[in-house]
């Protein structure tokens, strides 16, 4: 077991989760799926009417079918534009008799006026159900292990009621696994996963499976030369650790110590060279850092002002949010060449996992969290236009990971064999080649089907032509959609906050109707309950 700082401790995680194929679990944990209240930067009186008008609201709206059932609000982040802030997003979470609700979160949107824009609910199933299991936690544990070939841990059981993906509430034991699961669709190859395992309180089955895996100035090993980041002094020697930005340290995974060095000038052109990794992360995070303060408003990685520190050297190839060995940052293996696979889509896809896990109700299901991590590694790629690494649609282009290219293209998925440009109701089981169609519709909103600005041509489904409102609109619609997210979130479910989202910040129903043509543009249809415009 390793010894980790405490600063990483401090980062509320959700989840865990992978570039490509491998990805590995942290702490065995029992893990709350909360978002951190963000720090205000709008008047104290604006949140507070907020909140007021979304309390009043989750309790108005039959919502809560019985005594027994009670909302607790975890947070208010801010949203809609950088500069003004107005809109806000109130999260909340179910309880029944005292009992954790897994699928009853809720989050109700406002403006500063305290007007409801939205309630977004996980389900509206009335609950009732006996809080006494017939299953003891050592039957519990048992049935859950066995859902894995290999187990490496287990962590304690916890009685909690189960709403998502069952055909009514159950009582269920919430047992926290790692190891190497038997269930398809998550890509982990040889490494080993974390799960929340839930089994029936009453009959011992394995009703759900929540996944909490996914898998100075220097010189880069691929964003090259003059790159600059923050780095503190402390008796003469400078460490890779970002007063400006806290968490933010780079670390020699073999070490497990911040990287030093006596002048402040770090890294070379060799892609081998731990330090020159280090220096990609640095420069890439800092600017993942700005993006969300400039472009979106979000004080840091967590919301109020954290960040998330990174290791690099890891010997597999792959990169993770969540590893065993850095839980609550990133970390960061190499290529089948043996060069670190620090480049920008890579370093920020995975800080799109901590994001995703750090927005209500922690990381996306529903086969769509590796999309929502590709699309702020193209994001920030955009944000820094780094002539070494050009702004571009494809995930993992200069890293070439396994020798064959690019791994995804979210201008046309389907260039990768197995990757869907359209969605349907039997996508793959692959997190990683299910991506395709939301990645698909982010880069016909952002950029359409026949861009002026260099990026590819773009096919629809449904043979429409569009026209882009560009990667910063496009993401700030998509940034106001995850601080929506609740359980189980699905390709339907973003389609529902997208839509609000681009209500929410745009009343003249101009952005709606672009982000509802993109969806019908890679075949996702109506859902019942969105938004009208």
């Known amino acids: ?3 980790f700082p405490a600063h990483r401790r401090a980062v509320r ?3 865990a989760s992978g570039l490509t194929v491998a990805l590995v679990g942290a702490s065995l944990a029992n893990t709350s799926f909360a978002a951190s209240p963000v720090e205000q930067s709008t008047p104290p009186d604006a949140t507070a009417t907020a909140v007021a008008a979304a309390d009043k609201a989750v309790n108005a709206l039959g919502l809560r079918k019985s005594s027994a059932e009670q909302f607790v609000r975890l947070g208010v982040v801010e949203g809609g534009d950088a500069t003004t802030q107005d809109v806000f997003y109130v999260n909340y979470d179910k309880t029944y008799q005292g009992l954790p609700v897994v699928g009853g979160d809720a989050v109700v949107s ?8 939205s309630t977004m ?7 009732a159900v006996s809080t006494t299991p017939k299953l003891t936690s050592a039957r519990a544990t048992t049935a859950a292990r066995g859902s894995f070939t290999s187990v490496a841990a287990t962590g304690k059981p916890e009685l909690v009621v189960l709403v998502v993906d069952q055909p009514k509430p159950i009582l269920a034991w919430r047992v926290p696994v790692s190891g190497k699961a038997k269930h398809a669709g998550h890509d982990h190859g040889t490494g080993d996963t974390q799960e929340l395992v839930y089994v029936d309180a009453a009959t011992g089955r394995v009703a759900y499976n929540s996944e909490m895996t996914a898998s100075g100035t220097g010189t880069g090993v691929w964003n090259r030369t003059g790159l600059s980041f923050g780095t503190t002094l402390s008796g003469g020697t400078y460490r890779m650790t970002d007063p400006a930005r806290p968490g933010l340290s780079c670390i020699d995974y073999s070490t497990n110590a911040v990287m030093s060095d006596a002048d402040d000038v770090w890294g070379s052109a060799s892609r081998t060279d731990k330090v020159s990794g280090c220096v990609d992360v640095m420069y890439v995070a800092k600017g993942e850092w700005d993006l969300l303060k400039n472009w979106y408003g979000r004080n840091g990685l967590n919301g109020s002002g954290s960040w998330a520190d990174a290791e690099v050297g890891l010997p597999d190839i792959n990169a993770y949010w969540n590893h065993s060995a850095n839980p609550g940052g990133v970390t960061f293996g190499y290529n089948n060449q043996n060069q670190w696979i620090t480049a920008t889509d890579v370093v920020a896809h995975e800080y799109g996992h901590g994001l995703d896990a750090l927005t209500p109700s922690g990381i996306s299901g529903g086969r769509t969290q590796e999309a929502v991590a590709d699309i702020w590694g193209a994001i920030t790629e955009a944000y820094l236009n780094n002539p070494n690494d050009k702004p571009d649609y494809t995930v993992g282009e200069q890293v070439n990971l396994v020798g064959q290219g690019p791994i995804r293209h979210m201008y046309k998925p389907d260039n990768v064999s197995g990757h869907p440009n359209c969605w349907s109701t039997s996508l793959p089981t692959s997190v990683h080649a299910a991506a395709g169609p939301m990645n698909h519709w982010f880069y016909l909103l952002a950029e359409g089907t026949n861009p ?3 990026q590819p041509v773009s096919p629809t489904c449904n043979s429409t032509t569009l026209t882009g409102i560009g990667i910063q609109e496009a ?13 189980g979130m699905t390709y339907g479910k973003y389609r529902i906050s997208t839509l609000q989202a681009a209500k929410n910040l745009d009343a003249t129903c101009a952005k709606y109707n672009k982000v509802k043509a993109a969806w019908a543009a890679v075949n996702l249809g109506a859902q019942p309950g969105e938004p009208t415009c």
Request: hydrophobic content about 50%.
């Open 121 to 127: 609910v996980a389900s509206k199933a009335p609950i």
């Open 110 to 117: 406002t403006d500063a006026a305290g007007n409801v824009l």
């Open 13 to 15: 995680l959700a989840a």
């Open 1 to 3: 077991m390793r010894n």
């Open 475 to 487: 993401g700030r619609i998509f940034y106001n959609a995850m601080l929506m997210k609740t359980s």
């Open 452 to 454: 002026t600005n260099g």
